[in-house]
């Protein structure tokens, strides 16, 4: 059974930090690009970041600098560190496993809510 487990998440002040971990289990995780996505309140789903299975990293521009997407691939976890965190990275956070299209193909988990406090 494929399952994406999310968490990490909290409330924090602006220019805080935040770790969030996403462990994936019914997939081959070594093998697949994993991505970090972001949904707040009213808006649409965004890519935040990923990283293929080389471990080669993308990141949106409004936090490159600020955030860094990692993996383990023995704990089937992909990680996202946060920092200088911005009221604007208010959000539900979620993984999710990118196909060739760059598009998400798993079925979302509960996902991880953060909140920054100005």
């Known amino acids: 059974q494929v399952q994406l487990v999310e968490s990490g998440g909290g409330v924090v002040q602006a220019g805080g930090s935040l770790r969030l971990s996403c462990v994936a289990s019914g997939i081959i995780f070594s093998i697949n690009r994993m991505g970090w996505y972001r949904q707040a309140p009213g808006k649409q789903r965004e890519l935040v970041s990923r990283?293929?299975?080389?471990?080669?990293?993308n990141y949106q521009a409004s936090v490159k600098d600020r955030f860094t997407i990692s993996r383990d691939n023995a704990k089937n976890t992909v990680y996202l560190q946060m920092t200088s965190l911005k009221p604007e990275d208010t959000a539900v956070y979620y993984c999710n496993a990118i196909d060739y299209n760059l598009l998400p193909y798993l079925s979302w988990g509960q996902g991880t809510q953060v909140t920054v406090s100005s």
């Open positions: 990283i293929t299975s080389d471990g080669i990293t």
